[in-house]
């Protein structure tokens, strides 16, 4: 079931058994689900809704012969956060891969958007991602081994708001924990994908029509390319040479620039 540039059980710097995925059963994380299962490790998937979650865990264990567990949590709940953080604790099922890939973006720009929803996107961007990147690095560190993928986003390098900025969070946290960690046998990732196509934009409210066709990448080819990165030990993950040469150019480029194209690209919202 493997393609031909896939990452090997044998490739990963751990002996890997059993990832837990957040946010699996759409877009980034079930692409996330589907490759880790092809190649022959076990899942916990993580997802508010339940009846979704059990569709993928039968789908998979019946396509690959995989075992996939099934953790109903809302990330944006402190006992949704307690929750898979305990299960990522357990040291009987230790889990070897977690990929913190949960997250959403909200219908407006600053000030059009309840404040609700802001802090609810940072805690899922945020808080959980620091809480549950703890719990399963605190037990890897024992193992000495283990690894953290967090999904940020090639936005956290351009100025797009409190999505925009929950993303950049992500990706200081992430490389700053990772060097913490140097030599433990824990790696820790931040992946900064572009434009996928997923629910996501369907969810926010926000029109694709102005995203030129060559911006869109292909989620398993995205995820082949994080593990692949993963398994050489980079800490940041940008997954497509187009968006290497943007995010580049976004570094060098004057901040009201870079954000005065980045409002006119991919932030067309719909009727409220």
């Known amino acids: 079931m493997r393609?031909?540039?896939?990452?090997s059980p044998g490739h990963y710097p751990w002996a890997m058994t059993t990832a837990l995925i957040t946010g699996?059963?759409?877009?980034?994380?079930?692409?996330?689900?589907?490759?880790?299962?092809?190649?022959?490790?076990?899942?916990?998937l993580v997802?508010?809704?339940?009846?979704?979650?059990?569709?993928?865990?039968?789908?998979?264990?019946?396509?690959?012969?995989?075992?996939?567990?099934?953790?109903t949590a809302d990330l944006a709940e402190d006992a949704g956060i307690e929750s898979v953080a305990a299960r990522l604790s357990d040291r009987r099922n230790p889990v070897d891969l977690l990929v913190?890939?949960?997250?959403?973006g909200n219908k407006g720009r600053f000030l059009?958007?309840?404040?609700?929803?802001?802090?609810?996107?940072?805690?899922?961007?945020?808080?959980?991602?620091?809480?549950?990147?703890?719990?399963a690095a605190e037990a890897m560190r024992e193992r000495g081994r283990g690894g953290v993928v967090n999904v940020a986003s090639v936005a956290a390098f351009v100025p797009r708001g409190t999505y925009g900025a929950s993303k950049a969070w992500v990706v200081q946290f992430t490389q700053g924990a990772a060097r913490d960690l140097a030599?433990?046998?824990?790696?820790?990732?931040?992946?900064?994908?572009?434009?996928?196509?997923?629910?996501?934009h369907e969810r926010a409210g926000m029109g694709?029509?102005?995203?030129?066709?060559?911006?869109?990448?292909?989620?398993?080819?995205?995820?082949?390319?994080?593990?692949a990165d993963l398994a050489?030990?980079?800490?940041?993950?940008?997954?497509?040479?187009?968006?290497?040469?943007?995010?580049?150019?976004?570094?060098?480029?004057?901040?009201?620039?870079?954000g005065g194209i980045s409002s006119k690209t991919g932030r067309k919202y719909g009727p409220q």
């Not at 589907?34 to 490790?41: K, N, S, Y």
């Not at 059009?112 to 719990?135: G, I, N």
């Not at 102005?210 to 994080?226: Q, R």
Request: one cysteine or more.
């Open 100 to 104: 913190n890939n949960a997250g959403f």
């Open 24 to 44: 699996s059963t759409a877009g980034i994380g079930a692409a996330f689900a589907r490759r880790l299962a092809a190649d022959g490790h076990n899942l916990v």
């Open 232 to 258: 050489r030990g980079k800490t940041l993950s940008i997954p497509d040479p187009r968006y290497k040469v943007l995010t580049g150019l976004a570094k060098m480029a004057p901040r009201g620039l870079v």
């Open 183 to 200: 030599g433990s046998g824990v790696r820790l990732m931040a992946l900064a994908p572009g434009f996928v196509r997923t629910e996501f």
């Open 3 to 7: 393609t031909a540039d896939a990452v």
């Open 47 to 71: 997802a508010r809704d339940t009846k979704r979650l059990r569709e993928q865990a039968t789908e998979l264990h019946d396509r690959h012969g995989i075992e996939a567990e099934v953790l």
């Open 208 to 227: 694709t029509d102005n995203i030129p066709g060559w911006m869109w990448l292909d989620a398993d080819k995205l995820v082949a390319a994080a593990l």
């Open 112 to 135: 059009d958007v309840p404040m609700a929803d802001e802090l609810r996107m940072l805690r899922v961007h945020c808080e959980a991602v620091l809480r549950l990147t703890a719990a």
